[in-house]
């Protein structure tokens, strides 16, 4: 194995060395730390790195992995989205509103990382509240994509996903509510899974569309995302949405064949707009899943495709307007305090902690639940998002998986679409409809141009991981687009 | 469709948002742009469809009322930005 540091170990390789004792976790925690130290002035991924606390933990692994402990994620560093509560732990979700916010809990999967061991080394910079595609909305400072600083990693986990693609951590968390892990990923060269809805605990996860959240892991391959998935996934009676099905080993599914397996490649997911050089990097994935063995259909139609953008940005902005109204500076958050009247508190509380999509997407949601236009929005998106549902299910007779691009272009310049929302909300046109559905889907690296990775996206039947994992497994193996690393 | 001032007043009114004379022009024509584009789902033929309010299909999970700890009223109260004893301190909502 050539390395020229421990930070760029998997969870796979650093875990075998660490049970056969050639490595500890504070060695691979104070590489981790280091590497952050040398590429955070360029990368900007995170937002709160928790050296001290880390090396404790770091310590404790130590311990336990010396007294038996097995856990593949034991003593491995891990990086969180800032939207993912961390008891003591500062958790802002990059806004003003929350920037001194010290969680009294920490999230079910952030709980369940602790409790194998894991090292969390921070928190990273995200879309203010997941709401954005490129990581440009955070209050505090935009992530730069470490394939071209001058471009955008993708959001709203951009910090997660840039992270992950430097070797800052050994793999991260991210949320996904209409694409923001896989999109990243896509635009970073990384793996980025999004669960079918209900099969990971949103608990403590702060809330943005509640119908459409869902935590996942940003990884370095496809082997390590099943690995996250495994420790992740599951029944939470802290959330009622969590579905009681058993999990899996999803790692059992890693076999890089795809005899019988049918694919169907959605004809409107390759939209207008889509860049040329994305299409054709898809056209020589596809290529190669046919000679990894699949059955490959590409005239599968979705028709309703064209109309999940509308749907969309109705049901996430009014759950959104809902959900923000907590943020009144009464319990917690940022609190205007020089003004007597409660009234006023409360509106200079939201327009001096809310930027300005954040905002945007709370009058949105106001005016489609409001009186009057209720009916012709809300009630009348939730009704086609039905339609999307009930297409997918049928397509879904006749395929094991869909395969599509994770985004219709390579990662755009920054400032380049941060005025213009709807070219912004164009990024996530191959992603959204997922979320719409409750699918399962991942991004793996399939390919470069000019220098700037491309992503596919595969999509698979509600609470099927095994089988996306297994066609994202096979195709890495036969590719191995995910080993190019970006020069920093 | 152009939202008017007006009609961008009373929905930051409806939220309590506070906005800068800048927002209120800007949100403006911007949130009639987005609207625009939600015209096409008036194409959509929808009757007799039930809406979905989300796509996991379970309904009424319960659990056992078994008493548990809860959290330590000084850990909630932590984040409070006013606070008197153990309360949230807030302003006068009857004057």
């Known amino acids: 194995m050539v390395m020229n540091g421990l930070h760029q170990l998997t969870i796979s390789q650093a875990s075998r060395l660490l049970r056969q004792r050639s490595l500890s976790s504070v060695e691979l925690t104070e590489a981790c730390l280091r590497r952050i130290e040398q590429v955070e002035d360029k990368i900007h991924a995170c937002v709160t790195i928790c050296r001290d606390s880390a090396l404790e933990q770091a310590k404790e692994a130590d311990r336990a992995i010396s007294n038996g402990e097995d856990d593949p994620l034991a003593g491995i560093p891990v990086l969180i989205k800032d939207n993912i509560s961390t008891k003591g732990v500062r958790t802002t979700c990059s806004s003003k509103m929350l920037e001194n916010f010290i969680p009294p809990y920490d999230a079910t999967v952030v709980a369940r990382l602790k409790s194998r061991k894991a090292v969390i080394l921070g928190k990273t910079n995200m879309d203010e509240f997941a709401m954005g595609s490129s990581t440009e909305n955070s209050a505090f400072f935009p992530t730069k994509n470490p394939w071209d600083l001058e471009r955008v990693p993708g959001g709203s986990s951009g910090g997660s996903a840039a992270a992950i693609a430097t070797d800052e951590a050994i793999y991260a968390l991210g949320s996904d509510t209409g694409g923001s892990i896989r999109q990243p990923a896509g635009f970073c060269n990384v793996v980025g899974l999004k669960p079918t809805y209900g099969r990971v605990s949103r608990f403590g996860l702060v809330a943005f569309a509640s119908s459409l959240d869902q935590i996942g892991p940003i990884t370095k391959d496809v082997t390590d995302c099943a690995t996250v998935l495994n420790a992740i996934a599951g029944n939470d009676p802290k959330d009622s949405t969590t579905a009681p099905y058993p999990v899996p080993d999803y790692t059992r599914t890693l076999i890089p064949d795809l005899k019988k397996m049918r694919l169907g490649i959605p004809k409107e997911y390759f939209v207008e707009g889509m860049q040329p050089e994305v299409k054709a990097a898809l056209g020589a994935a596809i290529k190669t899943l ?103 299910e049928q397509v879904f007779q006749k395929y094991d998986a869909l395969v599509t691009p994770t985004s219709p272009t390579v990662p755009f310049k920054l400032g380049e679409r941060i005025d213009d929302p709807l070219q912004m909300y164009l990024s996530d046109v191959c992603t959204l409809p997922i979320n719409i559905a409750g699918l399962p889907a991942i991004s793996i690296p399939a390919g470069f141009t000019n220098g700037l990775p491309i992503g596919m996206q595969i999509i698979g039947k509600p609470f099927d991981e095994e089988t996306i994992l297994r066609i994202a497994f096979a195709y890495e193996q036969a590719t191995q687009w995910h080993k190019s690393k970006p020069q920093i | 469709m152009k939202l008017t001032r007006e009609e961008v007043l009373h929905l930051a009114r409806l939220v309590r948002l506070g906005l800068s004379e800048e927002e209120i022009e800007k949100f403006s024509v911007q949130l009639s742009n987005i609207l625009d584009n939600f015209e096409i789902l008036k194409q959509v033929d929808t009757t007799d469809l039930p809406p979905m309010a989300q796509s996991i299909n379970l309904q009424n999970v319960f659990r056992e009322d078994n008493a548990t700890p809860s959290y330590d009223p000084e850990e909630i109260l932590f984040n409070a930005p006013q606070r008197e004893g153990g309360y949230f301190k807030i302003r006068a909502v009857l004057e």
């Open chain 1, 290 to 392: 046919e000679e990894l063995g699949a059955e490959i259909d590409i005239n599968a139609s979705l028709p309703h495709t064209r109309y999940a953008l509308a749907v969309y940005y109705i049901i996430a902005p009014s759950e959104a307007s809902a959900n923000l109204a907590r943020y009144d500076g009464v319990k917690y958050g940022y609190s205007y305090q020089q003004t007597e009247n409660m009234w006023e508190a409360m509106e200079k509380t939201k327009q001096i902690g809310f930027g300005p999509e954040v905002k945007r997407r709370i009058m949105l949601g106001t005016y489609a639940l409001s009186a009057g236009y209720y009916d012709a929005y809300y009630l009348k998106a939730q009704k086609v998002r039905t339609l999307i549902r009930n297409e997918f």
